[in-house]
């Protein structure tokens, strides 16, 4: 997917709107994709993108959540860790199939199909730029805003 333009999609957001991917949109963009709202790996990850984010939007970074839990789920989860940007819910599945981050995943002991937590940055130009797989939280919005700085 690196140096290729992101997926045409368009995918509901918190607050009513929808993140358009696949076209220029003159900022860069941060799409990081997470198994599950209110679960303590995906809060933490939230929260670190949270206490990150002026310095994100300083560099021209947008930063977008995305998970197959509803919007009302979505909503109350955002509320809830104050985070203040938009997360996108993939209900069908569409973003996650189209950036390839769904995987077989061991959960006590049981195979399940679910998320594998993974980040993409979107150039201004509508580029995938850089992509994380089998993200380990601690450290990684950090990391993600360090290469997002060369971008801006």
Not at 41 to 70: M, N
Request: with cysteine; glycine share 10%.
């Amino acid at each position: 997917m690196l140096d290729q333009p992101a997926p045409e999609l368009e995918i509901p957001s918190t607050g009513g709107k929808t993140l358009r991917l696949g076209s220029p949109t003159g900022q860069t963009l941060v799409l990081y994709f997470y198994p599950k709202d209110n679960t303590p790996g995906c809060t933490t990850e939230g929260q670190q993108f949270r206490d990150l984010h002026p310095q994100f939007a300083k560099a021209g970074c947008a930063i977008y959540g995305i998970s197959r839990d509803s919007l009302k789920s979505h909503e109350n989860f955002k509320a809830k860790l104050g985070l203040p940007f938009d997360l996108l819910s993939d209900a069908e599945e569409a973003a996650c199939k189209a950036f390839g981050v769904i995987k077989m995943k061991n959960m006590y002991g049981k195979k399940v199909r679910g998320i594998e937590r993974s980040t993409f940055v979107i150039d201004r130009e509508g580029i995938i730029r850089r992509e994380w797989r089998g993200v380990k939280v601690p450290g990684h919005a950090q990391e993600v805003l360090e290469f997002a700085r060369t971008l801006a």
